[in-house]
């Protein structure tokens, strides 16, 4: 019994752990590096300290990372014994514990350390980007209704089919988006 509940406490915080693994980031590509600097109005100085902190932030995570797999595989390796220790087990997922939360400690100090590498005026459009992607999800209503104009193809209502789902407009269509579409039969609706 007390191996069992021992493998479900280790199970939960590993699984716990998946997204903290997948979250290596990749390095940024230059149209991802040009796309920063010019939405943020960033200096070339800025820039190259924050691919050095970016650099920094990520050979520090990636080492908390191996060390989680590495825990994962002692985890692994004793409950495949025969005397699997529900102690060592333990133990191992309370230090996994602690990489977790060193990880969730460093991208907090990444994020403000980000930060402070910008300017105040730098700073607020970060912080209406992020208001802005808070909102997002709600923007496809208010365009389905008319509330915003969309853009791209068609634009406007004409982006928006029944339900909420993507109608589009195909090149050459002179349906302009606000107007009523033809039904089959050639009658307008």
């Known amino acids: 019994?007390?191996?069992?509940?021992?493998?479900?406490?280790?199970a939960s915080l590993l699984l716990c752990a998946s997204p903290l693994w997948s979250q290596q980031a990749r390095q940024p590509s230059r149209p991802q590096r040009a796309s920063i600097q010019q939405v943020l109005d960033l200096t070339d100085r800025q820039l190259a300290e924050l691919e050095e902190l970016r650099t920094a932030h990520q050979k520090k995570t990636q080492d908390l990372t191996s060390q989680m797999r590495d825990l994962e595989t002692q985890r692994r390796a004793l409950m495949k014994s025969s005397d699997g220790d529900v102690v060592k087990v333990g133990s191992i997922a309370f230090q996994v514990q602690g990489l977790q939360q060193q990880i969730e400690e460093e991208n907090k100090s990444y994020s403000k350390e980000l930060l402070s590498l910008l300017d105040s005026g730098q700073r607020e459009k970060v912080e209406k980007i992020k208001e802005?992607?808070?909102?997002?999800?709600?923007?496809?209503?208010?365009?389905?209704?008319?509330?915003?104009?969309?853009?791209?193809?068609?634009?406007g209502r004409a982006f928006m089919g029944p339900g909420g789902g993507f109608r589009g407009s195909m090149p050459g269509d002179a349906t302009p988006p606000?107007?009523?579409?033809?039904?089959?039969?050639?009658?307008?609706?």
């Open 132 to 155: 802005a992607l808070e909102l997002a999800p709600q923007a496809g209503a208010l365009i389905q209704y008319g509330f915003i104009e969309g853009r791209g193809m068609g634009g």
């Open 1 to 10: 019994m007390k191996i069992r509940s021992g493998s479900v406490l280790a």
């Open 178 to 189: 606000s107007a009523p579409r033809a039904s089959p039969t050639g009658s307008n609706q």
